[in-house]
Structure formats: structure tokens, C-alpha cells
């Protein structure tokens, strides 16, 4: 399996985290101080898992919109970069916000109430302050994934087939926004992600196409890697298992993959091929 190549930051630098929930907030984290970097969180109530008090250096508990108490969390702590790790409902981004006198600089810059453009206003407000909103695979270098099958089973020539198909699919509906997975099963296109998200996508792959589809799951081509970056873990995999998926495909140098020798050891077991791919679909 040939290893990707994420740029890298110098070590003993402290980082902030903006812990949403999930374990990709964990899994930064605990990579990150491998990499020998200071981590400083900031964590949203309700939605961050609390065992990320035990991975950090300091963590600060905060209601969503609280900007102007997280950037004080960060210049206290002579953080100038931070990055976004795991998910908030959009529920809560649109209905349970509690916005401080920081989070009112939002309105002016949003030209739109989606959450791309959300996100890109919340970092423009914390980039006023001086912290600058990164890219996270730089500091979790060993969770960006690689070229390549991670486990023992490689696609055959009927499912590499649908992968270059999936691949296209795919690009397709993440440039228009619609979502980041497509499912397909025999040169035929089974499912597409809209809001429902992954893995109801791909459950419903399962129910239309039945056991064999192959998942193609890509961040847009002109996806901001500040946000959204398409995580694969233990959850997706468990969704393509029950489904008897063929594959479960993601692109390489662009896809965070939490737990891989967890998610592995799954795929072998079920037999189900397990892929980090180039652009166009090969490896």
C-alpha cells in the first residue's frame, strides 16, 4: 500500500481543535500529539464526546456560537491555528445557536444560510483574531488515507468497473453539491447522497440494488479541506458490511480514515475490498 504524502507542520506547535462530535475530534487529537503538537480544544456541550478532556492539553466547554469565548481560549493559549474536527447538527446550526458579540460579525459576510457558507464565515471571524482556520490533515498526517487496498481483498475487474463509474458519479454530485457518496452495482447507478448523508444512502443502495454494490464516497473537486472532509470509520464500514457491499472506495490524500486497523480487520472478515483511489478511480 503506497503511503500519501500530506504536507506536515513543525512539531511542539500548539494547534486548536473545534471539537464537533463523533471521534474524528479524538482520533486529531491523539494524532496530533503524536506528531509532538500542543492540542487546545475547544468543545460544544452536547455534542463533543467528553473523553477528549483525557487527549488534550486544555479544553474549554462552549455552547455553539460562543465564537468570541473560543478565540479567547486560543490567544490565551498562544494558539494562531486551529482546524475543524467532527460534525455539529445542522439542527443546532440553525436553530439551537447562541450567538455572543463575536458570532453577530457572522451576518454581514453570509450570503447564504447552507453550511458551507457558515463555516466560511465562522472562520473568517476567527481569522479577524488571528486564528487562522486550517486544513486538519497536516497535523494528523497518519489519519489522511493512502493509495491503495487496505486490507487483503482486491477489486476484481467487474467491481474496478463501477469504481472509474462511481468515481464519476461521484465528482459529478459534489460539484454540484448535492453530496459526496454514490453507490452502483453493475455499470448501473443504485443510489446518489442528498441530505439523508451516508449511511442511509447507503442502506438504501442495499434495498434498491441488493448485496454487491460498490460505495464511492469523494470530497468535491474544489472542496475547502477546512471543512467537511470526507471521514471514513468504523460506522460506514458496518453500514457497507450489513449491506453486503462489494466495496467501500475513497480517495487517497483527500479522505480522513479513523481506525484503520480496525476498519480493516471488519473488511476482511466480510470479504469486502477496501480502497484509496486517485481521482480517476484507479490505484
Known amino acids: 500500500m503506497k503511503a500519501a504524502s500530506p504536507r506536515q507542520v513543525e512539531s511542539t506547535k500548539s494547534v486548536g481543535l473545534i471539537a464537533g462530535s463523533g471521534v474524528f475530534p479524538l482520533r486529531f487529537a491523539a494524532s496530533a500529539k503524536r506528531q509532538g503538537h500542543r492540542v487546545v480544544a475547544v468543545a460544544h456541550r452536547g455534542d463533543t464526546d467528553p473523553s477528549i478532556e483525557s487527549l488534550c492539553d486544555e479544553v474549554k466547554w462552549v455552547h455553539l456560537g460562543q465564537l468570541g469565548k473560543m478565540v479567547k481560549t486560543f490567544q490565551a493559549a498562544g494558539v494562531t491555528e486551529a482546524a475543524m474536527a467532527g460534525g455539529v447538527a445542522k439542527t443546532k446550526l440553525f436553530g439551537g445557536i447562541r450567538p455572543d458579540l463575536t458570532a453577530l460579525k457572522l451576518a454581514p459576510r453570509l450570503k447564504s444560510f447552507d453550511n458551507d457558507s457558515l ?16 486544513d486538519p490533515a497536516p497535523y494528523c498526517p497518519d489519519l489522511v488515507a493512502k493509495l491503495g487496498p487496505y486490507g487483503k481483498r482486491k477489486p476484481d475487474a467487474k467491481v474496478q468497473a463501477d469504481i472509474v463509474l462511481g468515481m464519476k458519479v461521484s465528482n459529478a454530485i459534489s460539484r454540484a453539491e448535492i453530496g459526496q457518496t454514490a453507490c452502483v452495482k453493475g455499470g448501473t447507478i443504485v443510489a446518489v447522497e442528498a441530505m439523508e448523508g451516508t449511511d442511509r444512502c447507503i442502506r438504501r443502495a442495499g434495498e434498491v440494488g441488493g448485496k454487491g454494490v460498490v460505495v464511492v464516497k469523494i470530497a468535491m473537486p474544489e472542496q475547502d479541506m477546512r471543512f467537511d472532509a470526507p471521514c471514513i470509520g468504523p460506522g460506514t464500514v458496518q453500514t457497507c458490511i450489513e449491506i453486503g457491499a462489494a466495496a467501500l472506495v475513497f480517495e487517497a490524500d483527500r479522505a480522513i480514515v479513523l481506525d484503520a486497523e480496525e476498519i480493516t480487520a471488519m473488511a476482511d472478515a466480510a470479504k469486502l475490498s477496501l480502497v484509496g483511489v486517485r481521482a480517476d478511480g484507479t490505484y
Open 119 to 134: 463555516l466560511k464565515a465562522i472562520a473568517g471571524v476567527f481569522e479577524d483574531e488571528g486564528v487562522k482556520i486550517v
